[in-house]
């Protein structure tokens, strides 16, 4: 049924579920085209080049000691436009920073992954609440981490699948027969999470997708409790992640907006979380029920696996903050009085730089800076890096740094 016939038959019966699936099938076909056009002529995403400031930032270097490098031929030659000006792709970054931790003054502050005793890092980023920025975090730390040089590992826990969406995948279209997170996880014929893991366009980062079927992990954990299937849910995805654990420094997971049985898996599988919060009364409230209710439901998870359920640590992130909303202010302030240090310092600022980013499924990091306002884009830059480099700061402290 097309959406033509679909409209007419509306106007004479109402609307049924024929119609609302033919205008489902109707976006679906038109995103894919538009997301086709958009990435011309690979059809898929592609990462772009870094300047040589934006390079020293990341590797933590003064620009003229990278010119330095350059002349003196410790570094190799990267793409050099027409004025003269250096463009590093993130392999390039990836392969100074190797340079710099064999040969620069204090190696050691180049490499910032795992050591052989340091664990594999799980954050999941949390809230019970929609709206409050956990995909646009997610996403935006995954591609910080890589380009600061850890590998990196993004599962996509949210049936709605926007994270899969913004690393240029039609969930709709391209999962209907599988090659999701749900095959890792679901309770018969289960793939190892290696055989669902993909390659992204961005150096570092792999990502596991999620799809509709992944909604249906709730009902079966249900029927899987009451038949008492084996590894239960809390334990089925740290399992997982036991294959490709020496792959990967840091893993960051997308929960869904709700306290389910994918939001517990990975609370359970987690060794840190990220608590994403907007600085509204309704906001906080609705984030303290999140909280209240993970703590009894997390007990009855104990109960169940016959242990205790810990982890490094618990992070509170503001998002969405506009420095000059007064009530923005003073329920921040708020939020600190009461958790003081388990808020990080650094709020993820409100900037139409990110969501003008976001309508072309892009992050600040992949968008060409010329495409927005600078001054607007370099704001949201200085924010996002701030956040990311303070939750970074609380990994090494993890891994007793």
């Not at 100074?96 to 999941?124: C, E």
């Not at 640590?313 to 420095?323: A, Q, S």
């Not at 958790?339 to 650094?346: C, S």
């Not at 800076?369 to 303070?390: C, F, H, W, Y």
Request: charge should be negative.
């Amino acid at each position: 049924m097309d959406v033509t016939n679909a409209s007419a038959r509306a106007k004479a019966v109402g609307i049924d579920s024929d119609h609302i699936g033919a205008m489902a099938d109707s976006l679906a076909e038109s995103l894919d085209r538009q997301m086709k056009i958009a990435f011309q002529p690979e059809e898929r995403k592609t990462l772009r080049r870094f300047s040589s400031g934006e390079v020293a930032e990341m590797l933590r270097v003064s620009p003229s000691n990278l010119r330095n490098r350059h002349k003196d031929g410790s570094f190799p030659e990267v793409f050099t436009d027409a004025r003269g000006h250096r463009f590093y792709s993130a392999e390039d970054v990836d392969t100074l920073r190797g340079i710099l931790g064999r040969t620069g003054k204090n190696a050691a502050s180049y490499q910032h992954g795992r050591r052989k005793s340091d664990r594999l890092q799980v954050l999941s980023v949390v809230n019970f609440k929609g709206g409050s920025s956990k995909t646009t975090t997610t996403i935006h730390l995954a591609q910080r981490y890589a380009l600061r040089g850890y590998r990196v590992l993004v599962l996509d826990l949210d049936p709605q699948a926007s994270l899969t969406t913004f690393f240029g995948y039609r969930p709709e279209l391209e999962f209907g027969e599988g090659g999701t997170i749900y095959d890792a996880l679901r309770y018969h014929d289960q793939r190892p999470l290696s055989q669902v893991i993909r390659k992204t366009y961005f150096h570092n980062l792999d990502m596991v997708p999620a799809g509709l079927m992944l909604s249906e992990y709730e009902t079966e954990t249900a029927n899987a409790l009451a038949g008492r299937i084996q590894p239960i849910f809390a334990e089925r995805l740290a399992l997982a992640l036991e294959e490709v654990d020496g792959d990967y420094d840091i893993v960051l997971m997308d929960c869904p907006p709700q306290l389910g049985f994918l939001t517990l898996t990975a609370l359970s599988a987690s060794t840190g979380l990220l608590v994403t919060v907007v600085p509204g009364m309704l906001d906080i409230a609705s984030m303290s029920q999140f909280l209240k209710l993970a703590s009894e439901t997390i007990k009855a998870v104990e109960e169940a696996i016959g242990r205790r359920v810990t982890w490094d640590f618990l992070k509170f992130l503001i998002t969405r903050y506009e420095p000059s909303d007064g009530p923005q202010t003073q329920m921040a302030g708020y939020l600190r009085s009461i958790l003081v240090d388990q808020v990080l310092t650094e709020p993820m600022l409100k900037s139409t730089a990110i969501s003008d980013a976001g309508m072309t499924q892009q992050t600040i990091y992949e968008v060409e800076p010329g495409q927005l306002i600078r001054k607007t884009l370099d704001r949201a830059l200085t924010s996002m890096n701030s956040v990311a480099d303070e939750l970074e700061t609380v990994i090494q402290k993890a891994w007793g740094r």
